[in-house]
């Protein structure tokens, strides 16, 4: 087994892990929803190129977007579930 020498940023997997349940109950959210994700989903992307070369800004970055993104699916989650709350 070969061990992984390269140190992964504090809450990378987490990301990635949150981006593939977003993608999952995206085709039951409301088009509000899906244009947000649209928007984010890039950031997504970047963040995950970014974090190989990780800084403090950079891990900032990840955890601004990781907040985002578990709004994300809370809300995805109360409007699949008759929920929703109007944001302000």
């Known amino acids: ?13 987490t990301l990635r892990t949150l981006r593939d349940e977003l993608r999952l109950e995206m085709h039951l959210a409301g088009m509000e ?15 995950e190129q970014r974090a190989r070369a990780m800084t403090d800004e950079g891990q900032w970055l990840l955890d601004e977007l990781l907040r985002h993104m578990r709004e ?15 944001r302000a």
């Open 72 to 86: 994300l699916r809370k809300e995805i989650r109360e409007h699949r579930d008759g929920r929703a709350t109007p």
């Open 33 to 47: 929803v899906r244009e947000r994700w649209r928007m984010l989903e890039p950031k997504v992307q970047e963040a």
């Open 1 to 13: 087994m070969t061990e992984n020498t390269q140190k992964q940023p504090q809450g990378l997997e």
